[in-house]
């Protein structure tokens, strides 16, 4: 699976932006998905996740109630909405896939589980 992920741009706090991430060579709702995020000079970190077929999301704290993961009724395209932007979420932002299909009462939130990664989309959110 390839992903090409779209959509970072500078933001003021309080601003809204959607992510895309772009499938070619399967469909997300064979695989798990999930967005994570790398600020300068810290580790990467999962923000939100989706299991096969969608039938479960799951978002990191500090984003819970802000980010809205969704995908596409074609399934080539999974979405991160994101409302009330703040300094703290500047970083880049890599869309993921992978994992076991069978699995779809969770998602994960560990880069170890997902084998296909795009090339990350800069976020800056700036006063």
């Known amino acids: 699976l390839q992903l090409v992920e779209s959509g970072g741009a500078l933001v003021h706090p309080g601003g809204s932006l959607r992510l895309s991430c772009v499938a070619s060579?399967?469909?997300?709702?064979?695989?798990?998905v999930a967005w994570f995020r790398q600020a300068p000079q810290t580790e990467r970190e999962a923000v939100a996740c989706k299991g096969p077929r969608g039938y479960v999301t799951n978002y990191v704290d500090s984003v819970r109630g802000r980010f809205r993961m969704v995908g596409d009724s074609a399934g080539r395209t999974v979405y991160l909405h994101m409302a009330n932007l703040k300094p703290d979420d500047t970083g880049v932002y890599f869309c993921?896939?992978?994992?076991?299909?069978?699995?779809?009462?969770?998602?994960?939130?560990?880069?170890?589980?997902?084998?296909?990664w795009g090339q990350g989309t800069q976020v800056t959110v700036f006063a």
């Open positions: 993921a896939a992978g994992g076991d299909s069978t699995i779809t009462q969770q998602c994960f939130m560990t880069e170890g589980r997902y084998g296909s």
């Open positions: 060579g399967g469909f997300f709702g064979d695989y798990h």
